[in-house]
């Protein structure tokens, strides 16, 4: 079975761009799309960070287009049974999924019994940057990311850091830069499975000494109550130069970003993808889109429909060589 997944998954990029490409665009045109509400299935709950960026596109939608864009959300399960109520809609552009790093390549990564249909759908658009901080609580004696790695080098033991769910971004940023840094990944690491928040919590309360963070903790708890080794970002995040990115922190190889965007059900017609596409893309020039985003700790990034098929090829290369590797595939 974890065959038959494994060739299906590897396939889907290539099959989803070949079924969007042939299929004969319906009668329906760019001109009558859309003419009712558009539900956005969200397989996470509210407040969650797929959520957020869900709902920021969503109000963007529906003022350009002039019907409700909704997000609904269908959490629990892992996020598979809402994600596969959005796959297996109708291909009509009336129901899309929310999707984001952890419910597409990372689930894929660490998941070996996904339903076959989880990998067939139709990418859109990525549409926000998740970048992710290295950090420690504001009194550690580490002032940067590679004091931090040699500690960890001597003692891996007892250097206890918090990773997320098993497909969360925190586990997979986490794993990288262990082993990039040459650090068994495996005695240290502390799961939490309800998400970022408790894992958050555990490091503030000192109850373990290294985790991730992002925009939006670093609003509240930087600098006080926490410090940034450096941020994983290509470059420095704008609102906060003083901290490097791992490259420049002597760690290129720790350089997972996530995202947040639009996937649809497989066979979506070619004029309503282009028409997801165009409106998204338009988005990243819009001034209020760019503040209600970076209100709210995301960073607008648009990567459109072939480039985000190439692009989760490749992440998905990447995840599931960490996931084999650290054990973290089940």
Same mark, same amino acid.
């Given at each position: 079975?974890?065959k038959?997944?494994?060739i299906?998954?590897r396939a889907?990029?290539g099959?989803?761009?070949f079924?969007v490409?042939?299929?004969?665009p319906?009668?329906?045109?760019a001109?009558?799309?859309?003419k009712k509400?558009?539900d956005?299935?969200?397989?996470?709950?509210?407040?969650?960070?797929t959520?957020?960026?869900g709902?920021?596109i969503?109000?963007?939608?529906?003022?350009?287009?002039g019907?409700?864009?909704?997000?609904v959300?269908k959490?629990?399960?892992?996020a598979?049974?809402?994600?596969?109520?959005?796959l297996?809609?109708a291909?009509d552009?009336?129901?899309?999924l929310?999707?984001?790093?952890s419910?597409?390549?990372?689930?894929?990564?660490?998941?070996?019994?996904?339903?076959?249909e989880f990998?067939?759908?139709?990418?859109?658009?990525? !549409?926000?940057?998740? #970048?992710?901080f290295?950090?420690?609580r504001?009194?550690?004696?580490? &002032?940067? $990311?590679?004091? =931090?790695m040699d500690?960890?080098?001597?003692n891996?033991?007892?250097?206890?850091?918090?990773?997320?769910?098993?497909?969360s971004?925190?586990?997979?940023?986490l794993?990288?830069?262990l082993?990039?840094?040459?650090?068994?990944p495996?005695?240290g690491?502390v799961?939490f499975?309800?998400g970022h928040?408790?894992?958050l919590?555990?490091l503030l309360?000192?109850h373990?000494?290294?985790?991730?963070?992002f925009i939006?903790?670093?609003?509240s708890l930087?600098?006080?109550?926490?410090?940034?080794?450096?941020?994983t970002?290509p470059?420095?995040i704008?609102?906060y130069?003083?901290?490097p990115?791992?490259?420049?922190?002597?760690?290129?190889?720790?350089?997972?970003?996530?995202?947040?965007? !639009?996937?649809?059900p #497989?066979?979506?017609p070619?004029?309503?993808?282009?028409?997801?596409? &165009?409106s $998204?893309?338009d =988005?990243q020039?819009?001034?209020?889109f760019?503040?209600?985003a970076?209100?709210?700790?995301?960073?607008?990034?648009?990567?459109?429909h072939k480039?985000m098929?190439?692009?989760l090829?490749?992440e998905?290369?990447?995840?599931?060589e960490?996931?084999e590797k650290?054990?973290?595939r089940?």
């Open positions: 079975m974890e038959k997944n494994e299906l998954f889907t990029m099959i989803i761009l079924a490409l042939v299929f004969v319906g009668m329906l045109g001109q009558s799309y859309p509400p558009v956005m299935i969200c397989p996470h709950a509210p407040g969650a960070g959520d957020a960026g709902r920021i969503a109000t963007y939608l529906t003022g350009k287009w019907v409700p864009v909704n997000v959300n959490p629990g399960g892992m598979i049974p809402g994600t596969l109520d959005a297996k809609s291909p552009g009336y129901t899309v929310v999707d984001g790093h419910t597409n390549t990372m689930q894929a990564a660490v998941m070996k019994d996904l339903p076959p990998g067939l759908r139709t990418p859109v658009a990525k !549409v926000i940057m998740v #970048p992710s290295y950090i420690v504001a009194d550690a004696p580490w &002032k940067t $990311l590679a004091e =931090a500690h960890a080098r001597k891996p033991a007892a250097f206890k850091y918090s990773a997320g769910i098993l497909s971004i925190n586990n997979f940023c794993t990288q830069l082993e990039t840094a040459k650090v068994d495996n005695p690491r799961t499975d309800k928040t408790p894992s919590q555990a309360g000192g373990v000494q290294f985790g991730i963070g939006g903790d670093l609003k930087y600098p006080s109550k926490i410090r940034a080794l450096a941020v970002s470059q420095r704008k609102e130069p003083e901290i990115t791992t490259r420049e922190a002597g760690y290129p190889g720790a350089n997972i970003v996530g995202w947040y965007g !639009v996937s649809a #497989p066979k979506l070619e004029d309503i993808v282009n028409l997801w596409v &165009k $998204l893309s =988005a020039q819009d001034p209020k760019q503040e209600i970076e209100k709210m700790g995301h960073l607008v990034r648009f990567v459109g480039d098929i190439a692009e090829s490749e998905y290369k990447v995840y599931r960490i996931a650290t054990g973290l089940k």
